[in-house]
């Protein structure tokens, strides 16, 4: 029987629009050699493992007259190519050139009549190597029902597992008369179902009374010449995204906790702000009024027995106050530590060596959920989000291709022109900064800025600088 769409997963599809799509994305990159590892290999690694993500291949279907909430159905017309796309930099090709053509894909919706996936092999990349750029929907990733695809696509070993192929064959597209019946005899049996229903449909008109309240507001602002008061990192988003990614050494951060105390993700966490701090800075941006930066940094409070398969019920949005005013690094350091006292302190947190243990574990869906919990919180009031998810601290192979560096690519909502994810693995940790075009030109500079404030932090630790962590070398 086909799945209904939760009132959450409906309300993502409800959100969107050319300005704001909501798609959670990964940037991997890998080193081929010796493995073969093409885009062939790739579409037939996906064939391989596809069948443990069904909801990779179904499709959202409405139901006529909006009598009961959309259904997950196959989609009799799956077609694997076009979801895994080819895509290549002209030889050698550089990382500002990846993220260039990263920042243009993530900026398109994806198509809606089919599941709401694609992933791009992208070849050129200087050294032989090449990368691979997956982006999911918000709707389609809840942790629960299903993970990214990611979770499933990576191995710890370089020989490549051969799971076999479900042999899938769609079903019939329902009929609009069976979509009927269907929802009629779900709401005689369950009858929770219509008051999920009309909680679904309340939640639509809401939504569209204030999309519709918003432009007329920004109408009545133009022709007053009046606008909203911004932030530096919000107003009206354009369609158009940048893409920064920044790549540093785990290591200077366990240095730096280990001579002020407090975790590794309060270290990260104090790098942002300095980095924040030194952007606004560049930018001439006023720090008297703005002496801090509310951030939702979604963590984790799953139990030792569930499986990561559980996480999107395990993870709870956390609000944090960024201290950019404050000059001092260690001061930053030990204010962002505190802030973080009260859920440690609770005993449901998660060290990052046991979240990162977790077998199967795959930080692209982690990201994927904790984008979906910020999303509350960001419109309640919260300035950025910021996700950091611990991952292995070992190499991850894709048909024994081994990857070489992770970047996050968070979806921005309404009015909020700027995302970071963090994702460590393999002794670094990896930097996704998306930004809108038009509002955030100079993003770049936040990315020199952010490793400036590790080594702000690295100068107050005693010691030499640890070396550079393995992998490609920039």
């Known amino acids: 029987m086909s799945q209904r769409l939760r009132a959450r997963d409906l309300a993502f599809l409800a959100e969107e629009s050319a300005r704001t799509p909501l798609h959670n994305a990964t940037v991997e990159i890998f080193d081929p050699a010796g493995s073969g590892f093409d885009y062939q290999r790739l579409v037939a690694l996906i064939g391989d493992r596809i069948s443990f993500v069904p909801r990779y291949r179904q499709r959202v279907q409405a139901v006529p007259g909006r009598l009961a909430n959309p259904v997950w159905v196959d989609d009799p017309h799956f077609d694997l190519?076009?979801?895994?796309?080819?895509?290549?930099?002209?030889?050698?090709?550089?990382?500002?050139q990846l993220r260039e053509l990263v920042a243009r894909i993530v900026s398109r919706p994806l198509d809606r009549h089919r599941p709401l996936w694609e992933v791009y092999f992208v070849e050129g990349l200087?050294?032989?190597?090449?990368?691979?750029?997956?982006?999911?929907?918000?709707?389609?990733?809840?942790?629960?029902?299903?993970?990214?695809?990611?979770?499933?696509?990576?191995?710890?070993?370089?020989?490549?597992?051969?799971?076999?192929?479900?042999e899938w064959r769609p079903p019939a597209r329902p009929t609009p008369t069976a979509l009927v019946v269907s929802a009629v005899r779900e709401s005689v049996q369950r009858p929770?179902?219509?008051?999920?229903?009309?909680?679904?449909?309340?939640?639509?008109?809401?939504?569209?009374?204030?999309?519709?309240?918003?432009?007329?507001?920004?109408?009545?602002?133009?022709?007053?010449n009046r606008r909203p008061p911004e932030t530096p990192i919000s107003g009206e988003l354009s369609q158009q995204r940048r893409f920064v990614a920044v790549r540093t050494d785990l290591a200077a951060y366990r240095k730096v906790r280990r001579a002020h105390g407090g975790t590794v993700n309060d270290v990260i966490l104090a790098t942002i702000t300095g980095g924040l701090r030194g952007w606004l800075m560049t930018r001439a941006e006023s720090l008297a009024g703005l002496r801090k930066i509310k951030a939702v940094v979604p963590v984790s409070v799953i139990d030792e027995e569930l499986e990561a398969?559980?996480?999107?019920?395990?993870?709870?949005?956390?609000?944090?106050?960024?201290?950019?005013?404050?000059?001092?690094?260690?001061?930053?350091?030990?204010?962002?530590?505190?802030?973080?006292?009260?859920?440690?302190?609770?005993?449901?947190?998660?060290?990052?060596?046991?979240?990162?243990?977790?077998?199967?574990?795959?930080?692209?869906?982690?990201?994927?959920?904790?984008?979906?919990?910020?999303?509350?919180?960001?419109?309640?009031?919260?300035?950025?989000?910021?996700?950091?998810v611990p991952g292995p601290q070992s190499s991850l192979y894709a048909a024994g291709a081994r990857m070489l560096e992770t970047y996050p690519v968070h979806p921005l909502t309404r009015d909020h022109a700027l995302a970071i994810g963090v994702t460590s693995y393999d002794g670094a940790v990896y930097y996704g900064i998306t930004a809108d075009r038009d509002l955030l030109p100079d993003a770049d500079v936040f990315g020199q800025c952010l490793t400036e404030a590790l080594d702000e932090l690295l100068d107050t630790a005693a010691g030499g600088r640890p070396r550079a962590p393995r992998g490609r070398k920039k």
């Open 126 to 166: 200087a050294d032989g190597l090449v990368a691979v750029l997956s982006k999911s929907h918000q709707a389609l990733v809840d942790g629960i029902e299903t993970v990214d695809l990611g979770q499933v696509l990576l191995d710890v070993g370089s020989e490549q597992r051969i799971l076999g192929n479900d």
């Open 192 to 224: 929770g179902t219509v008051l999920d229903t009309l909680r679904s449909n309340a939640g639509s008109a809401k939504r569209a009374a204030e999309a519709a309240a918003g432009r007329a507001g920004e109408i009545t602002n133009a022709l007053t």
């Open 81 to 96: 190519g076009f979801h895994v796309r080819r895509s290549a930099l002209p030889r050698p090709g550089s990382m500002e």
């Open 309 to 388: 398969t559980s996480l999107g019920s395990q993870i709870a949005a956390h609000l944090v106050s960024l201290p950019v005013g404050e000059p001092s690094a260690v001061v930053r350091l030990h204010q962002v530590s505190y802030s973080f006292q009260a859920h440690k302190e609770t005993g449901r947190a998660v060290a990052a060596n046991r979240l990162a243990g977790i077998a199967g574990f795959a930080p692209a869906t982690f990201h994927a959920i904790g984008s979906r919990v910020a999303a509350d919180e960001l419109r309640r009031g919260a300035q950025i989000s910021i996700t950091n």
